[in-house]
């Protein structure tokens, strides 16, 4: 009896041997569902694509809001300039920008010294830092991307994080332009490999931000160096038609659908008076214009009643909510036809689109600096980038008609910047309504009407976001410190750049 | 060993080389003790049974001499063996809960005693850890068991909702609607600041059993709706229950393992070994549910809208600001046509504008049906069996939903040997439903019920809804027809946007115990848990939140199985008495999520994957984690009133790390009967103290700290995890401190008990918001330190007991307060969970304040006044740039009421429960103010302008008292803002009557019969409440927000009404 006992308990004591015994822990404990490493090709489609949609709602929601090509129906406070009220989709941006940035960091890290993702890294990392900076000014850059590192990255300035975007897409033209191990393992979904397209967007990318911060005492060598480009394509090359534009070419397939192309996003939001005096009546008051109107505002636009044949009214950008409530019900109310909808694959994505490029540079040579062409060359060719953009066919003689023509009545310098920068709005809407604003900030062009409501809380239009709720907590001391290196966390804090 | 961080960790290498030394060592020393005892002198040996009035053993009872300290103590099958010193020796039998016997042997050498249940003290018996039997007084810390005859007088199918108020300490909150709906549990208060994992455990024959609540995973897609498919223990059928034991705080559950740090519910299921009669029982029970407490809204005026331009309310298809319901002839349009290109109105001929629609007429009665058919059999007293089968059918309060469950469980005891014993347990679970509705506003589920009717104008009834809500349009696009437009029809809700369930649940275990001789015994068992459910959500196409319609699929494996072995030695040695076990446990839990969902559906109303015209979107996840214990017990008393009591486990878990993987956890108590060593007044029958202390440790999510890449949003894509690891993350740690007094008097007639604790939970796993221009959004790593204090007070009396009355009355009070005490540093602030509106309004941890602090935005004030400002010629007052705490979730206290009066066999309880204190945000609340159906709003006809309370600019930097006004309209909007918290959270202290019931048992008018039983009782749940603040009168105060997953309190947006429930149960044994 005992011993049976004995070899009973030794029994069981051998089994609870094996309870410790933990050695296969380490592996059920890694995931069977997702990779442990990835090639750089499945990284770089990220890095590419997802911040683009984050982008376009914010284009869509807010500043297409704050530019005045569209209103909200119902409650919407950007127009009016009440930015405190929802801060989602630029926290929103926020985020996808800097996942994307760190993205970028990991991609940089097994590239394996494939030039084309390194390159491709300094690029997407360099538009995504002008981004964030033109939205809140000083951004974590440098310390940003790396959260095993550092999960409270110091705020760069603004000046600093310029010259580091220029730097880079400088540095990524130079290693594009001498390397010969491109995109290896694929994944480029912008531009297919297509080096060349890479440094186009490179060099006019540089073009964008060098105009940016080219205001007398910011960035001192911006005209020497956007000369330097201009006068060198072979060294420098950039975009030169819509076929070798940097946009990415959204498919409509989901997932690579746009916001635009959501009815549910779009619900409330139309097209703004704004939008209708551009087009339809002609924003060049100097001018007794006639002219038939713009055919790319019935390519864009409809009425509540299709059938209704009173002018077009619409939202005034601005006002009161009661106003705008009651604008949308009438018949003749302008609303967005639902071409994106329609269409899912109509919208590109505008890094920097041909026409916005023509547009940067009529704007550098009415600034008197050496570019062989003539403003007027610059500016039809921007005008007409459009058309072919959306495939609209230009009326004859449209480019010479008062509203539209840039030395129509003997135009001023200051009023042919003004018709640059109303053209350059058209151009951008729906493909890029983002750099307009900074260009407003920085020339106070296009002119803008300040709706009564905007008006009594801020008589200008607001030159930032307020910062991420979130960063007054988890990022405190870098959070107090650029809010108070550069002014203050206001929305009518001047960016660096602007004078 | 190293105590640094508070848990003792055994290093990995170390103990694998030691445990073998360390465990022979041990059971050296219980085998020497075994047979280095010496025999008392034997006169006479007397071996007997205890048994109760059913039969069934009573392991643990005491058998004493009386007049001598000689005694002893019944084994696992209630027998005992005593040597007596002469035939007039009278034996005192005595279990906790029974009446004690006095037994006269005589020249007996073996009896059998049957003990009968004292009616005075029904709890006493505890089912501890490990399923072991023990009377309370042996306890170090507080229990309390509850018999399911007793709960189940009041059935509603789902026994967590049965337990509220009866146990202080336990605060069981339930959400609303009917059929399968969650309860949040927590014992003494929440401990992680990870809400959703605040639960005690829930152990069924001694198997851990999944609560979870099985939501959908984060993100904000308008597809991930809130829906509340019932949590575990809906799965559980309370006729299967016999008792259940709350064992509180972390040192009652050491053995169960760290998923037991915030207590444990232990369910025991009905033994064959109770068979009665023929061993038929049947129950059959019918139920109804009626919406008694919901929107106060004002009936007098249609749908509309305040003109600033006219300063008059106008007709609007919505709300309720617009003309008097008087009669007069108005052309109204029934129902709007959503986006067909023209105009809105489908009617043009006036009509009266009278009321017809009550919010409440939306609602059905719902009825529950159950029935329960149980057969027990015994053979030769050696096979015990029961089987049973059940089905439950419930028709919800919202129409078209509904809740079906079906089950079948076996219990199977069988004792082979007079050693070996086996008993199986299993118990299968089929719930499903064709609907369960969608719950709450959230952020953007405008398809919500609530929103909808929230909306739905006065003077259009609810058959307006019901007709015609599709239309065609010219380009042949389905679109629905609704009031107002952008809302979702409420039919179509109800309808045609159906979620569906189908959850099979299997649990069982099989025990094989094996008892070497009267002291020693072991058994090994083997549990297991595991389900499926299958889920589907469509939406119809042409709706105007899902306008190309949306289909969804959810499939959830689980699969629990736990192996545990034990030894369990026990003896007396004169004054001394000893049981020790020393046991291990394997437990491998595995679980898989497949969703698949597309968006865009092509040919209408039929949802299947295949008529998608765009790709699936799909993810799955697998994961498994293990842990392996191995844990030891000892409980010493001396004379049976002095208790010492030891335990000690260790954890190894797969889910941390190799270095960190480990982890001790031990604990000790001291219990001390005071009334049985010291002569105490005779007024005194029992005075106890006790104490105790406990550590326990606990690991994380499986898979999380090794990090992978996410699959990016286009196909082939990859993308960094959007959170990061702590490489050092080690396992949690509870710290809980307890002490109490149990005192009985006046022959058992008053029972009173206080217990008090403190519980400090340290090194929390958290995923903590960092810099989202880290790249990342969160970061897992050890953070927090949550105290939790509290105490617990238990009155029991007798008011009255004779032959033909007995009225027993007991009240419960709790108050339990936790306090963030740190957080970590660079943290100021966690949020715990995010309301709608962010950031309107959040539950957040600061350092300093409590768990559950509500914070949110707040117009601007000076010296607490708002400051108003003009704005287009009225008042408008707005948002201050931070956030201000705005209240606590949690209860002062709570109070719960236990009354039962006995009448010549009949027998009427009732239940109440107070909550004291908590706040409570509501978004409904402000909805209706938004809306203008809120009765409150009428004051537009007394107040047409209103000039608020606050404060103003006097132009030069200072504040004058407000002169500024703004029509009642836009008051009404801005002084109950969604977004502002502050004036939407109010004192949700509340009254509930939980249950009142009158039951009896008719056998006796039936002797020609052959019932063992025949019980009838007549019952009403959540009979009235009564709310403190009269913002809340709307809807139930306990409300909780669903999020994606979590039940979050504190937080009202939308809820579904919770209904008072009437019912009649019949109960017959054969």
């Not at chain 2, 749908?303 to 709300?319: C, D, I, L």
């Not at chain 2, 010219?474 to 569906?500: M, V, Y």
Request: charged share 20%.
């Amino acid at each position: 009896m005992k011993k049976n006992i004995k070899k009973q308990v030794l029994g069981f004591l051998l089994l609870i041997g094996l309870i410790g015994c933990t050695k296969d822990f380490e592996e059920i404990n890694q995931s069977t569902d997702l990779p442990a490493e990835t090639p750089p090709s499945a990284l770089l489609k990220s890095v590419i694509f997802d911040p683009i949609n984050p982008s376009l709602n914010l284009q869509l929601k807010f500043t297409g809001q704050v530019m005045q090509y569209l209103v909200f129906s119902n409650a919407s406070s950007f127009d009016r300039y009440q930015f405190s009220s929802d801060t989602g989709v630029t926290d929103a941006y926020w985020a996808a920008a800097y996942k994307a940035i760190r993205d970028a960091r990991t991609l940089e890290s097994i590239a394996d010294g494939d030039s084309g993702y390194l390159a491709a890294v300094k690029i997407l990392t360099a538009y995504n830092y002008a981004m964030l900076s033109d939205l809140w000014i000083d951004v974590p850059a440098v310390e940003s991307g790396y959260p095993s590192e550092n999960t409270s990255p110091k705020y760069d300035n603004q000046q600093e994080i310029f010259t580091l975007i220029l730097n880079n897409l400088k540095e990524a033209n130079e290693m594009l332009a001498n390397s010969d191990q491109n995109f290896e393992k694929g994944g480029d979904i912008l531009f297919k490999g297509d080096v060349m397209r890479w440094r186009k967007m490179a060099n006019s990318l540089r073009l964008k931000y060098l105009l940016r911060v080219s205001e007398p005492g910011k960035y001192v060598s911006s005209q020497s160096e956007f000369e330097a480009i201009i006068a060198d394509p072979a060294t420098y090359p950039i975009i030169t038609s819509n076929e070798d534009q940097a946009v990415y070419d959204i498919s409509g397939i989901a997932p690579d659908v746009s916001d635009f192309a959501t009815s549910t996003t779009l619900t409330g939001i139309t097209l703004s008076q704004r939008f209708i005096d551009q087009f339809v009546n002609g924003t060049n008051t100097s001018s007794a214009d006639t002219d038939d109107d713009d055919p790319r505002f019935a390519f864009f636009a409809t009425k509540s009643d299709p059938a209704n044949t009173d002018a077009y009214v619409g939202i005034v950008s601005g006002g009161t909510e009661a106003t705008a409530k009651t604008v949308a019900d009438l018949p003749n109310s302008v609303k967005l036809k639902p071409i994106f909808q329609q269409d899912k694959g109509l919208l590109d994505y505008g890094y920097i689109t041909h026409a916005e490029l023509q547009f940067i540079l009529a704007e550098a040579k009415l600034k008197g600096w050496a570019l062989p062409l003539t403003t007027k060359e610059y500016f039809d060719a921007g005008v007409t980038a459009n058309f072919d953009f959306w495939g609209i066919e230009m009326p004859v003689n449209f480019l010479e008609r008062m509203d539209v023509s840039i030395t129509g009545n003997g135009a001023s310098n200051d009023e042919q910047l003004e018709r640059v920068f109303q053209q350059k709005w058209v151009a951008g809407f729906a493909i890029n309504m983002f750099d307009i604003w900074a260009d407003k900030k920085r020339t106070d062009k296009p002119a803008l009407n300040i709706g009564v409501e905007a008006n009594t809380i801020h008589n200008t239009v607001p030159t930032r976001m307020f910062y991420p709720i979130l960063e007054k907590t988890v990022n405190a001391t870098n959070y107090n410190a650029a809010s108070s290196n550069i002014g203050g966390d206001n929305i009518t804090t001047p960016q660096w750049y602007q004078n | 060993m190293n105590n640094t961080h508070g848990i003792w960790k055994i290093h990995f290498s170390t103990i694998c080389k030691n445990r073998l030394l360390f465990f022979a060592f041990l059971m050296f020393s219980l085998c020497r003790y075994t047979y280095a005892n010496s025999p008392i002198p034997i006169q006479q040996a007397l071996t007997g049974t205890v048994l109760d009035a059913d039969s069934a053993p009573l392991p643990g009872a005491s058998v004493v001499i009386k007049g001598t300290a000689i005694g002893t103590t019944t084994d696992f099958d209630g027998n005992f063996t005593i040597n007596l010193n002469s035939e007039t020796d009278i034996l005192l039998v005595s279990y906790i809960g029974f009446v004690t016997k006095e037994v006269t042997v005589g020249n007996q050498t073996s009896i059998q005693v049957i003990l009968e249940e004292s009616s005075e003290a029904l709890d006493e018996v505890v089912v501890t850890a490990l399923g072991i039997t023990r009377a309370k007084e042996e306890l170090s810390y507080a229990a309390q068991t509850l018999k399911a005859s007793g709960v189940n007088q009041a059935r509603t199918g789902d026994i967590s909702k049965q337990l509220t108020g009866l146990v202080p300490g336990l605060r069981i909150s339930s959400n609303g609607g009917s059929g399968v709906s969650s309860s949040k549990i927590v014992l003494r208060g929440e401990a992680s600041l990870d809400i959703g994992s605040n639960e005690p455990l829930i152990i069924v024959d001694g198997i851990p059993i999944s609560n979870n609540f099985n939501g959908l995973p984060g993100g904000n897609s308008r597809a991930n709706l809130p829906i509340d498919y019932g949590s575990g223990l809906t799965d559980i059928n309370p006729d299967d229950i016999q008792d259940i034991t709350v064992l509180k705080g972390p040192k009652a559950a050491a053995l169960y393992g760290s998923r037991a740090t915030n207590g444990a519910l232990v369910i025991r299921t009905t033994s064959g070994r109770r068979k009665q009669g023929l061993g038929i029982s049947y129950t059959s029970g019918i139920s109804m549910d009626k919406v008694t407490r919901f929107w106060d809204v004002q009936n007098k005026y249609s749908g509309g809208q305040y003109n600033p331009g006219t300063g008059e309310y106008e007709y609007r298809a919505y709300g309720g600001y617009g003309l008097p319901l008087d009669g007069s002839n108005f052309v109204q349009p029934q129902v709007e046509e959503w986006y067909t290109g023209a105009g809105t109105a489908t009617q043009t001929e006036a009509r009266p504008l009278v009321s017809r629609n009550k919010s409440k007429d939306f609602f059905d009665t719902g009825i529950t049906t159950n029935n329960y058919l149980s057969y027990s059999f015994a053979g030769d007293d050696k096979i015990f069996g029961r089987v049973a089968i059940s089905n439950q059918n419930t028709n919800g309060i919202v129409p078209n939903t509904g809740y079906d469950k079906k089950g079948i469980s076996l219990r199977l005891e069988a004792e082979l040997s007079d050693k070996l014993t086996i008993d199986f347990s299993g118990n299968y679970v089929n719930s499903s439903s064709d609907n369960v509705p969608v719950q709450g506003i959230g952020d953007d589920s405008r398809e919500a019920l609530a929103y909808a009717l929230m909306w739905a104008p006065n003077n259009i009834s609810i058959n307006d809804y019901k007709d015609n809500y599709w239309v065609f349009n010219d380009a042949g696009e389905r679109k629905q027809r609704s009031n107002p437009a952008w809302i979702t029809n409420p039919i179509i809700i109800t309808e045609e946007n159906l979620n569906t369930f189908d959850r099979k649940r299997f649990l069982g275990n099989l025990k094989t115990s094996y008892n070497f001789n009267d002291d020693l015994y072991a058994f090994v068992r083997v549990g297991m848990d595991t389900y499926n459910d299958n889920r589907t959500s469509r939406r119809a196409i042409g709706q105007y939140y899902f306008p190309t319609g949306m289909y969804r699929e959810q499939k959830i494996n689980y699969l629990e199985t736990n192996v545990d072995f034990l030894v369990n030695y026990s003896k007396t040695f004169n004054s001394i008495g000893l049981n020790t076990n020393v046991g291990a446990n394997m437990l491998r839990q595995t679980s898989g999520d497949f969703q698949a969902r597309v968006d865009e559906l092509a040919i209408l109303d039929v949802y299947n994957f295949g008529n998608a015209l765009d790709r699936p979107k799909i993810t799955t996840s697998n994961v498994e984690k293990r842990v392996n214990s191995i844990y030891g017990s000892m409980q010493l008393d001396y004379n049976k009133y002095i208790f010492l009591d030891v335990t000690a486990r260790n954890d190894w878990s797969s889910s941390l790390s190799p270095e960190n993987n480990s982890y001790f956890y031990p604990s000790a108590g001291l219990s001390y009967i005071i009334s049985k060593s010291v002569e105490l007044p005779e007024s005194i029958n029992h005075l106890q103290l006790r104490a105790s202390w406990a550590q326990t440790g606990n690991d994380t999510d499986a898979q999380v700290i090794n990090q992978a890449f996410d699959y990016g949003t286009l196909p082939g894509s990859t993308t960094n995890q959007n959170y990061v690891v702590d490489p050092n993350l080690k396992p949690e740690s509870t710290t809980a401190l307890e002490a109490g007094l149990n005192l009985r008097m006046f022959n058992n007639r008053l029972d009173f008990e206080v217990n008090t604790y403190k519980n400090s939970t340290k090194d929390q796993i958290l995923r903590v918001p960092i810099s989202n221009s880290s790249g990342a959004n969160s970061r897992l790593f050890n953070a927090g330190l949550i105290e939790n204090s509290g105490i617990e007070v238990l009155l029991k009396t007798t008011l009255v007991s004779n032959e033909n009355f007995k009225w027993d009355f007991s009240v419960n009070w709790s108050k339990n307060q936790g306090k963030i005490v740190e957080l970590t540093e660079g943290v100021d602030s966690f949020i715990i969970a995010q309301g709608p509106a962010l950031p309107g309004v959040i539950i957040q941890a600061v350092p300093g304040g409590k768990m559950g602090d509500i914070y949110g935005r707040d117009y601007k004030r000076e010296n607490g006044e708002i400051i108003w400002s003009e704005v287009g010629g009225i008042a408008t007052a707005s948002y201050a740039d931070d956030l201000v705490k705005v209240g606590n979730y949690n209860p002062d206290w709570t109070s719960g009421i236990v009354t039962s009066l006995g009448f010549k066999g009949i027998n009427l309880r009732v239940v109440g429960e107070y909550r004291h204190g908590g706040e409570l945000y509501t978004e409904t609340g402000s909805r209706l103010f938004q809306t203008g159906k809120d009765s409150e709003t009428l004051a537009r006809e007394t107040t047409p302008t209103v000039v608020p309370q606050g404060v103003m600019s006097n132009g030069s930097g200072g504040f004058v008292q407000n002169t500024l006004s703004l029509p009642y309209f836009n008051y009404a909007r801005r002084i109950r803002h969604w977004e502002n918290a502050a004036l939407n959270t109010f004192d949700a202290s509340f009254f509930k009557l939980r249950e009142v019931s009158l039951s009896t048992d008719l056998k006796k008018y039936f002797t020609k019969l052959p019932f063992t039983k025949l019980t009838v009782s007549i019952f009403g749940r959540n009979l009235y409440t009564h709310t403190k603040s009269k913002e809340l009168r709307h809807f139930d105060p306990e409300s909780f927000m669903i999020d994606n997953g979590n039940l979050v309190p504190g937080i009202e947006s939308g809820q579904l009404p919770t209904p008072s429930t009437y019912g009649i149960n019949v109960s017959i044994g054969l």
